[in-house]
């Protein structure tokens, strides 16, 4: 497909500061990369601290009160007294507390951080219950060193729980700030209307809002060239091409706004057709 998009003449110097991506960047369907931090080694170190602290006494009750109960009754049942307490207070409490609390424990209330599934989302009864049946050998059985050392050569910090259940903890105050969505530029609002735009790379698309976030602050000569190199890129995913003479950033952001605007409209779509389905039943 031949450029539509006016820009200066000359190559286009190279994207990879728009287009990288990092393991600790997570996309959405429109293609915006979420940074959720992961927390830092002291702060989980201190966490678990306090978890093991909260675990310890918790467990002391419970073996104290499983001991008075079960003891004038018989052998047999003074061990499945004690045996259960265990498992309640070193997998049944973290697991509950966890799930319940969607991946925060006490120590993790304390230092502000929280348990995420590896794609950013909420855990699960699974996934606490994985974490603590785990934490039972690697924190309590082997004196949490397999944990330090595993959390000190991971880059998230993950110990042998998180890598089999899928999780990892993350820094659960740190706010985070979405871009303002970017509208279809009003002279172009009639060629996007009938314009064939398909689905861009997540790369690509990934690239094109990261520089409509940061072009304001970008030097004009710096910003038409790169906005040029993207449009390049775009111009083979939209169908017919914008008016000639349509600038490079204008011609992004209606293939950006476009996107979103046709993907809402299909998803409220979808959601009505569901209802009228669940309604039907």
Do not use: C
């Not at 590896?118 to 606490?128: K, L, T, Y």
């Not at 000639?244 to 959601?271: H, I, N, S, W, Y």
């Amino acid at each position: 497909m031949a450029a539509s998009v006016s820009g200066p003449s000359g190559g286009p110097p190279g994207l990879s500061g728009y287009a990288s991506l990092t393991d600790d960047d997570l996309v959405t369907g429109e293609a915006v990369a979420l940074d959720l931090p992961a927390a830092n080694f002291g702060h989980r170190v201190v966490s678990g601290v306090i978890d093991v602290v909260v675990t310890m006494v918790l467990l002391i009750v419970v073996l104290w009160v499983a001991l008075t109960i079960t003891l004038p009754v018989d052998e047999a049942v003074l061990r499945i007294g004690l045996i259960g307490g265990l498992v309640a207070a070193l997998v049944g409490f973290p697991t509950t507390l966890e799930t319940l609390t969607r991946g925060r424990s006490l120590g993790k209330l304390a230092m502000g951080l929280r348990v995420v599934r590896d794609d950013g989302g909420p855990i699960s009864f699974q996934h606490a219950f994985v974490r603590a049946l785990l934490g039972v050998v690697e924190i309590y059985g082997l004196s949490g060193s397999i944990a330090v050392l595993s959390s000190m050569l991971n880059t998230r910090g993950k110990r042998l729980g998180d890598f089999v259940a899928g999780t990892y903890v993350v820094r659960d105050r740190v706010s985070l700030q979405l871009t303002r969505p970017v509208d279809v530029p009003f002279p172009l609002r009639g060629w996007a209307q009938t314009a064939d735009v398909a689905a861009l790379p997540t790369g690509l698309a990934l690239a094109v809002r990261q520089f409509l976030a940061r072009a304001h602050a970008v030097d004009p000569e710096a910003r038409w060239r790169q906005a040029s190199a993207l449009a390049a890129q775009v111009q083979g995913y939209v169908a017919p091409p914008p008016p000639a003479g349509t600038p490079p950033d204008a011609f992004l952001a209606a293939v950006v706004g476009t996107r979103r605007d046709r993907d809402a409209r299909r998803l409220q779509r979808e959601a009505v057709l569901r209802h009228r389905l669940a309604t039907r039943r």
